[in-house]
């Protein structure tokens, strides 16, 4: 059993960055990938970006691409997501998540775990 715990939401100004963290405890982190996804009001579930198990390979949805950048460090156990140049259209719950493997990464109900959210709000 792997606990997720999601830390680094805020309100930030449009334009700014913040950096998201996903800790987890339990089970053995490097074997998963993880996936951080969003979810706005009224809107599904948004998949986000994915960083593979040893975080060589990464995923990302064309509307963050060049602005949000995901890493993990798997000694800490903590995979960790950077956004920049954030938009109001940002705005959401983030979720991070754990998979076994690295397919159907854009598919939420593929991820074995998740966290609790973080809100990150970005204002105009």
């Known amino acids: 059993q792997v606990q997720l715990v999601e830390s680094g939401g805020g309100l930030v100004q449009a334009g700014g960055s913040l950096r998201l963290s996903c800790a987890a405890s339990?089970?053995?982190?490097?074997?998963?990938?993880m996936g951080w996804f969003r979810q706005a009001p009224g809107k599904e579930r948004e998949f986000v970006a994915a960083i593979n198990w040893s975080g060589l390979t990464t995923y990302y949805i064309d509307s963050v691409k060049g602005r949000f950048t995901i890493s993990r460090d798997n000694a800490k156990k903590t995979v960790y997501l950077q956004m920049n140049s954030l938009k109001p259209e940002d705005t959401a719950v983030y979720y991070c998540?754990?998979?076994?493997?690295?397919?159907?990464?854009?598919?939420?109900?593929?991820?074995?775990?998740w966290g609790q959210g973080t809100q990150v709000t970005v204002s105009s």
């Open positions: 339990g089970g053995t982190f490097s074997i998963y990938a």
């Open positions: 998540a754990a998979k076994k493997n690295y397919i159907a990464l854009q598919e939420p109900r593929g991820y074995d775990y």
